[in-house]
């Protein structure tokens, strides 16, 4: 008979257990010698990409319009509007890391499908060796709320997430933030 603290320590268990990959803590180290505590923080904050300048911008929509590219990525557009694109950054340090984003994405693109053929040998190997994970639990030890089940159950679960991440869909769409990313950090024309 399940008990309300008993439900509770279950419940409590199985977020440690789902979320153990991902929770950090800080750890703080005294002597019974040291008078005072020494605590160090670092802090990363990854920003989204500035906007471009008014005259970037005016310059990579007429680039678009003269070379009708409007709605696929930079890197899978003609080798004219590349030109025009990376001649929208300031001076030559502009133009050359604009053509270096633009050949990393291209490189990209060009990747995708030994990039999902390896992503997904990973998923299935990662399956396989949670589906054996979970038949190891002994019989009678219920960490999960619904003891072998709900282990099959996850790492169904961490399959299907595994796969979608490995879709061509998804694979662009990092190309494409990689890309925006790049991009952001080459000089603009002034305004």
Request: no cysteine; proline share 0%; glycine share 14%.
């Given at each position: 008979m399940f008990r309300p603290s008993k439900t509770v320590t279950v419940?409590?268990?199985?977020?440690?257990?789902?979320?153990?990959?991902?929770?950090?803590?800080?750890?703080?180290?005294?002597?019974?010698?040291?008078?005072?505590?020494?605590t160090t923080t670092t802090t990363t904050t990854t920003l989204a990409p500035h906007p471009f300048s008014p005259a970037t911008k005016e310059c990579i929509r007429n680039a678009r319009d003269a070379n009708d590219c409007h709605h696929k990525p930079p890197s899978q557009c003609s080798s004219a509007f590349q030109k025009a694109y990376a001649a929208c950054f300031e001076g030559s340090a502009g133009m050359t890391c604009a053509t270096k984003c633009l050949t990393n994405e291209s490189k990209c693109f060009s990747s995708i499908p030994a990039t999902q053929k390896k992503c997904r040998k990973t998923c299935r190997t990662n399956k396989k060796n949670d589906v054996k994970a979970c038949q190891l639990l002994p019989v009678g030890v219920h960490i999960w709320a619904s003891a072998d089940q709900g282990c099959l159950i996850t790492a169904d679960q961490t399959f299907g997430n595994c796969k979608f991440q490995c879709t061509r869909p998804q694979q662009q769409m990092d190309c494409e933030t990689s890309f925006s990313f790049c991009i952001a950090n080459c000089p603009n024309l002034p305004k």
């Open positions: 419940g409590f268990l199985t977020g440690i257990v789902l979320l153990r990959g991902t929770v950090h803590g800080q750890v703080t180290t005294t002597t019974a010698k040291a008078t005072t505590t020494t």
